[in-house]
């Protein structure tokens, strides 16, 4: 079974701090996402990568960063968080090659204070 | 942008009863699409999935149903059960390159005994 997990379910951290949230998948897929997920506005793609250093932004990666240094793991950086940023975050993997569903973690619900 | 929505964000069902849950998709190029299931707590969970050759597919229980005429995709839930009690979410690849699937806001499905 694929494994996709996520370094914390629940985070709490004060504005302007750096945050890293951690991904790691165990199924060797080439694509890995982060979204997040706000109520009534669904999920959001914040960037993905489709290889190792590569990386695309997303609809809505104003104030992220992320980190692709190796194949297994991907990292979604907050460079200076803001209330804002309060959400629930999820990390998926996927093929490249097909069948494209993704496997998503468990999330991980940061709070900013 | 496409956007994929679906008709109703809550949906209330006895158990036992059949439930249909449905959604519209705008990018009529769009040749994959994805149910998920999504229990509170935790990641999304892929339930079925469809191309856009077939116009219906069954799994256990469920059956996804494709109209390309009216871009309508519906999950049906046979029996339904208090475990399956969740937001759905339907979601498609715009293209084959399999990268980011474009979700939909979600339907609350509760399930009274």
């Known amino acids: 079974d694929v494994k996709v997990t996520q370094s914390s379910r629940y985070l709490v951290k004060r504005t302007g701090e750096k945050v890293f949230l951690e991904c790691v998948q165990d199924?060797?897929?080439?694509?890995m996402f982060w979204y997040r997920q706000d109520p009534g506005l669904g999920l959001r793609l914040i960037y993905f990568s489709y290889d190792v250093k590569m990386k695309e932004k997303g609809d809505i990666p104003e104030g992220y960063s992320v980190s692709r240094e190796k194949k297994e793991r991907f990292s979604l950086i907050l460079e200076s968080a803001s209330t804002n940023q309060t959400s629930m975050y999820l990390c998926a993997s996927s093929l490249s090659t097909g069948p494209y569903e993704q496997y998503f973690g468990p999330g991980t619900r940061l709070t900013v204070t | 942008g496409e956007s994929v929505g679906l008709h109703l964000p809550t949906l209330s069902v006895q158990e036992g009863d059949n439930s249909i849950i449905n959604c519209a998709y705008s990018?009529?190029?769009?040749?994959?699409f994805i149910w998920y299931k999504q229990e509170s707590g935790k990641g999304p969970q892929f339930i079925i999935d469809?191309?856009?050759?077939?116009d219906k597919r069954q799994g256990q229980r469920v059956t996804v149903l494709l109209n390309k005429t009216v871009k309508h995709l519906s999950l049906q839930i046979a029996a339904t059960q208090p475990g399956d009690s969740a937001v759905y979410f339907c979601a498609e690849i715009p293209n084959q390159a399999g990268t980011a699937l474009i979700f939909g806001k979600g339907t609350t499905l509760s399930v009274s005994s």
């Open positions: 469809i191309r856009s050759n077939m």
């Open positions: 199924m060797d897929h080439e694509n």
């Open positions: 990018n009529s190029a769009s040749d994959y």
